[in-house]
Structure formats: structure tokens, C-alpha cells
């Protein structure tokens, strides 16, 4: 019968999910660093989003100025993509959880996702050169028991593309559509 397997090209569960964290990342203001996070339950399910953006209120009004002499360093102010996750989920907690980043937690946002009960962190990138912020966040996540992967997640499909429909949805109804609802067809 027509219809009754699945999918082949579906999209995998983890490239799935890292590209809602690459999508989030697409929402922050930083000119220099986009970051994204997505964390998702034990039953697969993503329980939180989030992007580096500046505290609520705070939008638009505080500088993205990488000089870290300065009393507008962007780092003295703006929320990384992992606290803003944690912060903003939508269920009671976040424990057991895995964390799927565009970029390796820096050394605060390894504390974070500890305290936070959550389990695994999955990462797109590391930032590069040997920082000691994220020796001393790999050091804190494998003595807490966080399992990360050596190397960063490298997705089955390098590339999603999202194509929205050209026409407005109340555009009058093509023949293929018409005949498609007939057949009782989601
Ligand atoms: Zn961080």
C-alpha cells in the first residue's frame, strides 16, 4: 500500500535537534559569536531553547564591545545560549537531560548544566587555540559524570533547507491538493 512506510530521507533525531540549536543561534545579536542550545528529555522531547542574547529588558541598549578592558565587554553582560536554556524551560527540571550546543559550554555554563542535573552535552564546534575556559569546563563535566564526546558532532546531513510555501496559505487551492484531500491524505 502507498503510504505505508516510512519516510526514507527523514531527518535523524540528533541532526534534528542540532539544527534547532543552529536555528536559535540564528536569533542572536552578537555580531561575533551565534550560539544555540537545544535540551531535550530522556523521552527524546526537547524541553528547553535558547540563544546568547543580553538580559530580558536589556536588548538593544548594552554594547557587543569585544574589549575586555572595557565597562562595555560584552561578556560582563550578555547571557550564553546554555543559561538562557536552563533558565527558560518549560518543564519543572532539566535532570537527565542531554544539551545539544552549536559551541562547547565555556567554564560558567559547564558549572550551569552540572547544577542543573543535566547529563550529556552534545557540540557542534569548540572554540579554537588550548583556553583554559574550556580545559577548566572539560575538567568540571568529566568529574561530575557529563558525558561529552572527544570530537565534535559531525551531523548525517550537512546541510537543511527550509523552503517556505511561496503562496500565502489562504491562496486558492492547486488541483494536486484538492485531489490529495479527497484521498483522506494528513
Ligand atoms: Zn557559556
Redesign the pocket.
Known sequence: MAGAQPRPDVLDSDDYFMAVASLAAKRSEDPKTQ?GACIVNQEREIVAIGY?RMPNGCDGKLSWDTDKKSSDYKNLYVC????NAIMNKNNADVKGCTIYVT?F??????K?IIQAGIKRVVYLSVKPGDRI?TKA?KKMLKLSGVKFDREPFRPEKMEIVITFPQQPITAPQQPDQQRGEEEGED
Open positions: 550560539v546568547n550564553h545560549a546554555e543559561l559551541l559550554p565555556c567554564n560558567e555554563c559547564a550551569l575556559d569546563a
